[in-house]
């Protein structure tokens, strides 16, 4: 009997590894009616990654603000995807990702440009370890559908290996030749 309640038990004493940061993005005061008057509670949103190419997000409603914090943490570290970066600091293409009314545009950019994000769409790109990309959010400003409009636009990021084994071919016939200058751009100048 024992041997079995270890067994079942055995992922839940598993220790959290300090491997994954997170970012709280915002906190909120609610508050519920009842007879006696009102009852005060918080709901915590939180983005969690490893900065190296995993985030996730989470959201968690308590009483008191660590609690809130730790329920969206913990939510956040079970549903977190993987998103392949070009030189492990900026996407493989441009995208746009939406939900609900929230809308966003992302884009590739070259070294030294940095996170050019607003707010929630800056935590998930820093959590994801991104660090050259320009996006824009257009549409709602709301930070939950703004992050779910961002991981959207993230889960439909695909690397040229991905794409290359979908279509059956090598990754050298996937991306453009930028190996020799164009004899036409030789015979203009």
Same mark, same amino acid.
Request: charge should be positive; hydrophobic fraction near 35%.
């Given at each position: 009997?024992?041997?079995? &309640?270890?067994?079942? *038990?055995?992922?839940?004493? /598993?220790? &959290? ?7 709280? @993005?915002?906190?909120?005061? !609610?508050?519920?009616?009842?007879? *006696? ?17 995993? @985030?996730?997000? *989470? ?13 969206? %943490? ?11 970066? /070009? ?10 990702? /939406? ?5 966003? @545009? ?6 030294? %440009? ?16 991104? $660090?050259? !990309? ?27 290996? $991905?794409?290359? $084994?979908?279509?059956?071919?090598? !990754? ?18």
């Amino acid at each position: 009997m024992a041997e079995r &309640e270890n067994r079942r *038990g055995k992922g839940r004493d /598993r220790e &959290e590894t300090p491997e994954f940061a997170d970012r709280l @993005v915002a906190i909120n005061r !609610v508050s519920k009616t009842v007879k *006696g008057g009102k009852r005060f509670g918080f709901a915590a949103l939180v983005v969690v990654g490893d900065q190296k190419g995993r @985030v996730g997000f *989470g959201k968690g409603k308590a009483k008191e603000v660590p609690e809130a914090i730790r329920k969206a %943490t913990e939510q956040a570290k079970r549903q977190m995807i993987r998103v392949p970066l /070009r030189e492990g600091r900026t996407l493989h293409h441009d995208m746009a990702g /939406r939900h609900g009314a929230g809308k966003v @545009v992302m884009r590739t950019a070259p070294t030294g %440009t940095g996170i050019i994000a607003g707010g929630p769409m800056r935590a998930v790109f820093e959590m994801l370890g991104v $660090q050259d !990309v320009v996006a824009k959010s257009i549409g709602s400003q709301n930070p939950y559908n703004m992050i779910r409009a961002t991981l959207d636009g993230l889960t439909k990021e695909s690397s040229p290996r $991905q794409v290359a $084994q979908r279509r059956g071919k090598k !990754v050298a016939d996937i991306l453009p030749k930028t190996d020799a200058p164009a004899p036409a751009a030789e015979a203009e100048a």
